[in-house]
């Protein structure tokens, strides 16, 4: 029996979450999280709140798009102190092993300085609270393979198929019939051997 417990997955955000915390000494923070999937789509979320809240000192964000070698990551404090604004939401948002997103913090400067550990801390506490009220979600990572077999196996192919949690994402019925097949990337050894073993080889990966 499969264990469903042991596929391979990632987390993200998919929609779109907001939140402001209380006013620190005249000042509003107001967050914001987005799945974002490339570079221009950090951009464009990003202009979208420079236009909407185009009237507060800073728009200050970080973002993790991707997963293992190919991970980008990268934060900017927007005029704040070094390391204050920009850090911070990265160190949270990578804290919750979440990817694809981008998390921006806006400040309406209140008046009052609030040095380096209170931006530190203001930022921080924004990025927390965003992520409490905020759904991640667990995405399959899946591979697709192609399957060729005669039509006396179509049996056998449904029965895996279900055992394993796969798609059928494409048919083709001629002499023999070819599938292509979505399944999570933890079981496509043993999906294959299973069907090698009970077909003694006439079930072809193509």
Do not use: W
């Not at 006013?23 to 799945?35: C, L, M, N, V």
């Not at 236009?51 to 970080?62: E, G, L, N, P, Q």
């Not at 390391?83 to 990578?94: E, K, R, Y």
């Not at 990817?99 to 921080?124: C, E, N, Q, S």
Request: charged content about 30%; overall charge neutral; proline content about 1%.
């Amino acid at each position: 029996m499969v264990e469903i417990k042991n596929r391979l997955f990632y987390k993200t955000v998919k929609d779109e979450f907001s939140n402001e915390i209380e006013k620190i000494k005249g000042s509003r923070f107001i967050a914001y999280i987005y799945h974002v999937e490339s570079k221009k789509d950090v951009e464009d979320k990003i202009l979208l709140l420079k236009k909407k809240y185009y009237d507060a000192r800073h728009h200050c964000y970080a973002y993790s798009i991707g997963r293992d070698e190919g991970k980008i990551t990268k934060y900017n404090d927007d005029g704040e102190p070094s390391q204050t604004a920009g850090a911070p939401i990265f160190s949270v948002l990578n804290s919750y092993d979440i990817t694809d997103v981008l998390i921006v913090v806006i400040r309406y400067f209140g008046g009052v300085k609030l040095g380096k550990g209170g931006l530190i801390r203001a930022y921080t506490n924004a990025t927390k609270e965003l992520l409490e009220i905020s759904k991640v979600s667990e995405i399959d990572i899946n591979e697709i393979i192609s399957v060729k077999f005669s039509y006396d196996f179509t049996q056998q192919i449904f029965h895996f198929i279900s055992l394993y949690s796969a798609k059928i994402i494409k048919q083709d019925y001629n002499n023999d019939i070819v599938f292509e097949i979505s399944l999570n990337s933890a079981f496509v050894e043993d999906f294959k051997n299973d069907l090698i073993e009970k077909s003694n080889g006439k079930i072809i990966f193509i």
